[in-house]
């Protein structure tokens, strides 16, 4: 079954625009991920938080995490024709040796 | 020089068929896993093998198998291949949280 899931199922915004991508989850984690895949090609590790932080940075990308709330986001701050992909959350499940994938939010940015 | 790689990129056989996709990582991980992405781009986990032994098997059908020859080497092979095998399948390696993903093998079944 999915763990995460993601929405929107598909973003699209002016280059210059913040984007942000929203994960639910359903059951407790050791840490999330968020990945990018871009078309055709295979996913691409972005940032991982553990589940004992609330918010990380890494360049333009912001992840936050609310395990009470069992979610997480991430922003993409002044958003690139690049940054055309689809981004995918992936939690690392407790107890479990394994990670699930969401579908997936296909985001285009427009130049 | 890629750290994971797949071949072959492109797959297209017959219904019945038994084909095979190799995977290679150069990083040096102790996981490797088998991925399935199907044409609604969920992705769902088939295999993955640690220190060349099986530590999840999800509901997969047993018409697949995965090999591992070695630690850089986790091969997948498919039996009695059924229209519905036809998706995106993805090898990647760990050796802590963080997954690397090869490209890509695209499985066509005709």
């Known amino acids: 079954s999915q763990q995460g899931e993601e929405d929107p199922q598909a973003l699209s915004i002016q280059e210059g625009e913040n984007a942000t991508m929203n994960c639910s989850y359903k059951?407790?984690?050791?840490?999330l991920q968020w990945y990018r895949q871009n078309s055709g090609r295979g996913l691409v590790h972005l940032i991982l938080i553990r589940s004992n932080e609330r918010e990380k940075h890494s360049g333009r990308l912001r992840v936050t995490l609310d395990t009470s709330k069992k979610s997480s986001s991430l922003l993409i701050t002044a958003s690139r024709a690049a940054d055309t992909a689809s981004y995918f959350c992936?939690?690392?499940?407790?107890?479990?040796?394994?990670?699930?994938f969401g579908a997936g939010t296909r985001l285009t940015v427009k130049p | 020089d890629t750290a994971v790689s797949q071949t072959p990129k492109y797959l297209v056989t017959q219904m019945g068929n038994d084909k095979s996709i190799k995977c290679e990582q150069n990083l040096g991980h102790d996981t490797m896993y088998w991925y399935k992405q199907d044409s609604k781009k969920f992705l769902k986990i088939m295999f993955s093998y640690n220190n060349k032994e099986l530590i999840i098997n999800e509901t997969v059908p047993n018409r697949f198998s995965p090999k591992s020859p070695d630690k850089a080497h986790l091969n997948l092979h498919i039996n009695s291949l059924e229209l519905g095998d036809s998706a995106v399948y993805f090898c990647?390696?760990?050796?802590?949280?963080?997954?690397?993903f090869g490209p890509g093998t695209r499985l066509l079944v005709l």
């Open positions: 990647a390696s760990s050796r802590l949280e963080t997954q690397y």
């Open positions: 059951t407790s984690i050791n840490n």
């Open positions: 992936a939690t690392d499940v407790l107890n479990n040796n394994d990670m699930r």
